[in-house]
Structure formats: structure tokens, C-alpha cells
């Protein structure tokens, strides 16, 4: 037995996706998003935060160390891979300053 059709047509079904995923977002419940209601932020969201924060700079550091790395030597001192270069230092000072926020 066939079931039966919610939406009219894929447009009507992403409509209403979207509107359920806004709903969720307003709520708190959208990954990142604020505080749920009723939850006062503090030290251990904060920490959390901050450890994935590290968490996914230090990844991005290492990536992008390797792609230069493996980048051919006249690329590392072209203009592109110096500008690249300079990138990675601001991303290691913005981790050293992260690990200064430790609590």
C-alpha cells in the first residue's frame, strides 16, 4: 500500500525543510547557535567552545603546512606561496593566543 503524499511536489517538501530547520535554529538547537532557553552560558560551554576552536585550527594548520610542503620549491617563493606562508604564521599566532586563554 502506497503511502500518502505530504507535500504536493519536491518544491512544497523543501519548503517546509527549511522552515523546520529556521525553527530549530531560533530554539538554540542548530550546532553553534546560542544557549538553549532557560540555560545560562558559562565556563564549561565556554571551554568546550574553545577546545574545539583549537581543535579545528590546529587541524587547518597541519593542512595547510602538508599542502605547502608538498608544493613544488619555485610555488613556495612565488608570490603565492610566500602570501600562503604568511597565512599560516597568522593561523600559529592565533593559536598561541588561543592556548592563552585557557582557564
Known amino acids: 500500500m502506497p503511502r500518502t503524499r505530504l507535500y504536493p511536489n519536491a518544491a512544497a517538501r523543501q519548503a517546509a525543510y527549511r522552515q523546520r530547520l529556521a525553527g530549530a535554529a531560533s530554539l538554540g538547537k542548530a550546532p553553534g547557535g546560542p544557549s538553549?532557553?532557560?540555560?545560562?552560558?558559562?565556563?564549561?560551554?565556554?571551554?568546550?567552545?574553545?577546545?574545539?576552536?583549537?581543535?579545528?585550527?590546529?587541524?587547518?594548520?597541519?593542512?595547510?603546512?602538508?599542502?605547502?610542503?608538498?608544493r613544488s620549491e619555485p610555488w613556495?617563493?612565488?608570490?603565492?606561496?610566500?602570501?600562503?606562508?604568511q597565512r599560516i604564521e597568522v593561523l600559529e599566532a592565533a593559536c598561541e593566543a588561543l592556548e592563552e586563554l585557557e582557564w
Open 76 to 85: 613556495q617563493e612565488s608570490e603565492r606561496g610566500t602570501a600562503f606562508l
Open 36 to 70: 538553549p532557553p532557560g540555560h545560562t552560558p558559562g565556563y564549561p560551554r565556554w571551554k568546550s567552545l574553545l577546545r574545539q576552536s583549537q581543535t579545528s585550527l590546529t587541524i587547518l594548520r597541519t593542512e595547510m603546512e602538508t599542502y605547502y610542503e608538498s
